[in-house]
């Protein structure tokens, strides 16, 4: 079992960039497929970018390709997600997510384990 600790949301202006991280427990991190989610009021909890346990394979959401980086440090138990050139859109709760699979992840149900999330307001 794996708990995950997101940090690193917060209010920018749009065209700017945040760094996302989620901490997780655990001896067992470099396992886990690991990945990013977000909501936004009123709408459903949408993928945004995903990392596999060993690095090599990442998969991101069209709308935030070229833009957002997912990234893994399994030294340090932590998954980041680097976001530039932010918009209004980006607005959301940022979820991360593990699941043991180890292979890029895109939908939701397939992940075992969640954060409780970190608050992105982007100001146009």
């Known amino acids: 079992q794996v708990q995950l600790v997101e940090s690193g949301g917060g209010l920018v202006q749009a065209g700017g960039s945040l760094r996302l991280s989620c901490a997780a427990s655990g001896r067992t991190f470099s396992s886990y497929a690991m990945g990013w989610f977000r909501q936004a009021p009123g709408k459903e909890r949408e993928f945004v970018a995903a990392i596999s346990r060993d690095v090599v394979s990442t998969s991101y959401a069209d709308s935030v390709k070229g833009r957002f980086t997912i990234s893994r440090d399994n030294a340090k138990n932590t998954v980041y997600l680097q976001m530039n050139s932010l918009k209004h859109e980006d607005t959301a709760v940022y979820y991360c997510?593990?699941?043991?699979?180890?292979?890029?992840?895109?939908?939701?149900?397939?992940?075992?384990?969640w954060g409780q999330g970190t608050q992105v307001t982007v100001s146009s």
């Open positions: 997510a593990a699941d043991q699979k180890g292979y890029v992840i895109l939908t939701s149900f397939m992940y075992a384990y």
